[in-house]
């Protein structure tokens, strides 16, 4: 029994370390157009449609690598139907899981927008953060500067 | 012998035969990881929902722009989150490398993977508290956010909150796996997968260890490159 067992998995192999290779080079391909588009995607407007449509390509790059990892690497392709099967069923709650929650969070979003003043205002108001930090640094040696003063005074 | 390899498709549960056609261990390990997935998908789903709720959001590319050894202020973003992403790829094609050594009976090629990986990891952990430690001098932490939105808005401790959080939660997934594979190393150092006549042990650890990987590719995307 062993032995056909053995016999059964080399079978189901797939192509070794040829295979290997392939898979390696298809991620890294993938991962170096992610990273083009994100440089890409800089100069885009911060809101704009070009900027959102950019992400989606991502986010498709991202499930073809999640792809190739399980298929290959972690060897699921090459198993048998039953085990595939029961690894991929359940994971398709997540279509659900992730289009209800996202859906919820923008809902929310409109909501507090429509109904919540406060919450509407604090997402106008602009904070100088860059001047802040500056002034700080700025003081901080001011003000070292007039101790050592007073301690030579 | 001769009736097992004749069984058709439809006789599956009939008996004699196994339904999955892996080991126990290996079924285990694929359940965990299953269980695994569920739990880094509700941290990554609950921060989508977070953001989708919130009007603004900080800029990735003005966050994370740093890299070790540059001076301060330079703007490289994206290179160092890449160079991190390279590292753990590459760490997981050594772990294929190692269990397809095993598969041949391979001690030496198995010794020497496993420890490419071993060096992967650590490298990427390196990495991780070099990009902890400096975002944290920066003044960001669980509860404290020094960056703003995009549009110059106040931003909520959300971002850092989650950021620290689901990295966090990862890098010790890459640090237990590092443990694993030094385990791992140590028992084919001490011939224990050559008297059991398999190494079967290391293709368990190498689907977590993959399974790490891809974990990252899901964390890298959402908080770097989105």
Redesign the interface.
Known sequence: ?EH??TE???QH?GG??KE?WKV?II??VL?II??A???WM?GMG?ESASRLAV?GT??IL?MA??FY??AY??HLKH??K??IM??VV??AL?VW??TA??Y???S??HL??TYDPH??E????????KEHTETKEKEAPKEAGKEEKKTVE | ?ST??TVTPTK?WSGGK?????EYGK?MM?YFL?SD?FTF?AFL??Y?????????WP?P?EVFRSFPFAPEGINA??VFV?VM??IL?IS??T???AV?AG?NMDKKGVVRNLILTIIGGILFLSCQAWEWNHLHSEGAWWGHN?F???????SSTNFTNYFFTITGFHGFHVFSGVLINIIMLIMTLTDKFEKRGHYLMIEKA??YW??V??VW??VF?CF???
């Open positions: 029994m056909t067992h059964a998995t080399e192999e070794g370390t290997i390696t991620l890294s991962t992610e990273l588009l994100g440089f800089m911060l992400k991502i986010v991202m690598k999640a990892i399980v690497f972690m198993e048998i039953n085990l029961t690894i359940p994971l997540f899981f992730i929650f996202l919820d969070g923008n929310f979003r507090r927008n919450f509407k604090q997402s106008t108001i602009k904070v100088e953060k | 012998m097992t390899t599956l196994s339904p999955f056609n892996v079924l694929w299953m997935a998908g789903i609950s989508g929902t977070i953001r989708f709720s919130t009007n603004g800029n590319n973003p994206l890449s992403t390279f790829i997981s094609v772990m294929v490398l397809h598969h020094p703003l939105n995009h549009d110059g808005t106040a190498g689907l993959h399974f990987d891809l590719v899901f995307t770097y490159l989105i």
